[in-house]
C-alpha cells in the first residue's frame, strides 16, 4: 500500500513536470511561435495595391485568417523527427489548399485527430454512420511531418489559411 | 502496463491537445450570421521531437488568439406586400415592417420614420403620424397591431427603447398614420428606417473599423448597408371611383339600314367601371328609358349573359311601370367592369 501510494506521488509529479515542460516553450531545444494575420490591401501614392500581412482589426465572419507557425532550434543538438500538430482553430473552416511547409508533409484529420491522412484522402464518417471523404472544411486538424532533421540556430515555418466561420 | 516511448510521447501530445481544446470552448452562436462577436480563435500549435534519437517532451506554441469583431448590419423589410387601404380622412393606418439584426452581435438601433419620402411622386399624398402614436414596436404577446387592452403594444420613443437585438433577432415595428382628406385610391408612402446607435456607425463607409466598439470589446465594422437600413411601406386611400357610360352600339331599321327612324332598333351598352380600393356594397344600376322608346322584351344582357324581364331569381329585370331596366349586382369588389345591354324601339 505504502509503495504503490509513493509510486502514484511520484507518478504525479512526473506528469506535472512534464506539463511544466510543455508550458514554458524555451525550456526545450525547439521553440515554436503561432501566429494569427489577416492580409490588408494598402493603396500607395503611386495607386498602385499592395497586400500586407497584419494584425487583424476587421476579423468578421468570412474573414481569411492567415496562421503561420514558426520553429527553431534553439538547443545544441540536430532535432529529429519533427511533428507539428495544430488543430483547426475553434469557429473557423479550413481553406482547401492553404496548408504549407517547406520539406513537410502535410497530413490532415476530420476526426478530431484519430486518424491523419494525405489531403484527398482524407475520411469522415457521415450522417448515415459510413465513411465518405472529407471536406476541406470538415477538417479537425493538420499534422505536418518535418522531413529531415533540423540543426541548431535554424529553423522553419509552416502554416494555413482558416475563414471565420 | 507498460508503455512504449513513442506511445507514451503520443498519448502526452493527445492529452495537451485535449487540454488546449478544453480552453476554446466558447460561447458561440451557430445563426446564420456567423461566429459571435467577441469569441476568441485561438490556434495552439505543438512540435514533437526528437534529439538523439530519444523522444522529447512535445512544446506547445503560446495560443496565437484573436477576437471575432461585431459586424453591424440591419435589415429592414415591409410585411404588409400590397398597400395597406386607409379611409380619407382616416385615423391610424397601420404598417408592419420587421428589424432584424444581421449583425453577429448585440446591437441597438434608432428608428425614424419619414412621411412622404421624397421624390413624392405625381398623385402621392403624404401621411401624418397617427394620432395614437407614431411607431410601436410589437411587445411579443400578441402577433398584429394592438394599441391599446392587455396586449397593448409598446409605443417607441427614440432614445428610451431603442430596440437592442441580439444576433438574427427580429423586431415587427407599427407605424403608425392618420390620413388627411385626399383624392380616392390615391398612394400614401412612410419610410422607416433604422440606424446603429454605435457611434460614429450608421452612415460611414462599409468596411469602417471602429476601436472597442464591438460587442465583446472587439471592434465594429461597418456592414455593407453602412449600419442603417430603410423601407418604404404604401397606403392607399379608400374611396371607390365609380364611372358609368352609355352608347347606341348599333340600329337596325326595318330597311335593313341603320337610319334612325321609326320602328327602327337600338342597341344600347352601359359600361360601369368600379376603380380604386374597395367594395361597392349592393350595387344596383338603373336604365330608365326615354318615352320614345319601347323596351325590346327579353333583351337584357348582364356581362355576355341572358337575363329575363321578371324580377325574379336572376339580378336583372324590366320594370315596365316605370319602363326602366334594373340590374343588382349585390357586393362587388373594385377593380371591376360590367357591361350591361339592352335593345328599345323608336317609337
Partial sequence: MQISRSLFTATLLALLSGFSLAAYAADGAIKVTSVAEVEVATVGPDGKKTLRRATPEKAVPGTEVFYTNTFENVGRQAASDIVINNPIPNDTAYKAGSAFGKDAVVVFSADGGKTFDVADKVQVKGTDGRQRAALPSEYTNIRWIYKGQLQPGKSSAVGFHAVIK | ?347
Fill in chain 2, 1 to 347: 502496463m507498460s508503455v512504449s516511448p513513442g506511445k507514451k510521447l503520443e498519448r502526452y501530445t493527445r492529452m495537451i491537445c485535449g487540454a488546449a481544446a478544453f480552453l476554446l470552448l466558447f460561447p458561440q452562436s451557430a445563426g446564420a450570421v456567423g461566429t459571435a462577436a467577441g469569441t476568441l480563435i485561438s490556434n495552439v500549435a505543438t512540435v514533437s521531437y526528437g534529439l538523439g534519437g530519444v523522444a522529447q517532451p512535445p512544446i506547445t506554441s503560446v495560443a496565437a488568439t484573436i477576437r471575432v469583431d461585431e459586424v453591424i448590419q440591419p435589415t429592414l423589410t415591409w410585411q404588409d406586400g400590397t398597400p395597406v387601404i386607409v379611409n380619407s380622412p382616416g385615423a391610424n393606418g397601420v404598417l408592419t415592417f420587421l428589424l432584424t439584426n444581421s449583425g453577429n452581435g448585440q446591437e441597438a438601433f434608432g428608428l425614424t420614420r419619414i412621411n412622404g419620402p421624397t421624390p413624392l411622386p405625381a398623385g402621392n399624398y403624404t401621411p401624418l403620424n397617427g394620432s395614437v402614436g407614431s411607431m410601436y414596436l410589437e411587445n411579443g404577446l400578441l402577433a398584429g397591431f394592438q394599441p391599446s387592452g392587455p396586449n397593448a403594444d409598446t409605443i417607441y420613443v427614440p432614445g428610451v427603447n431603442d430596440p437592442k437585438l441580439t444576433p438574427d433577432a427580429g423586431q415587427f415595428v407599427y407605424v403608425v398614420s392618420d390620413t388627411p382628406v385626399v383624392v380616392p385610391n390615391s398612394r400614401g408612402d412612410v419610410q422607416l428606417q433604422a440606424a446603429s446607435l454605435t457611434a460614429g456607425a450608421a452612415g460611414a463607409a462599409p468596411g469602417t473599423s471602429l476601436a472597442n466598439a464591438g460587442q465583446g470589446g472587439g471592434f465594429a465594422v461597418v456592414g455593407r448597408g453602412r449600419a442603417q437600413a430603410s423601407a418604404t411601406g404604401s397606403y392607399l386611400s379608400n374611396g371607390l371611383g365609380f364611372a358609368m357610360t352609355k352608347t347606341v352600339t348599333s340600329v337596325v331599321d326595318p330597311n335593313g339600314t341603320a337610319v334612325l327612324m321609326p320602328g327602327a332598333v337600338m342597341t344600347y351598352q352601359i359600361l360601369a367601371t368600379l376603380s380604386g380600393a374597395g367594395t361597392a356594397n349592393n350595387l344596383v344600376i338603373n336604365d330608365p328609358l326615354p318615352a320614345q322608346v319601347t323596351y325590346v322584351p327579353g333583351s337584357i344582357m348582364v356581362d355576355g349573359v341572358a337575363k329575363t324581364d321578371a324580377a325574379d331569381a336572376d339580378n336583372a329585370q324590366y320594370i315596365s311601370t316605370t319602363q326602366t331596366v334594373s340590374v343588382s349586382l349585390g357586393n362587388v369588389a373594385a377593380p371591376a367592369n360590367i357591361v350591361i345591354t339592352l335593345r328599345a324601339t323608336i317609337n
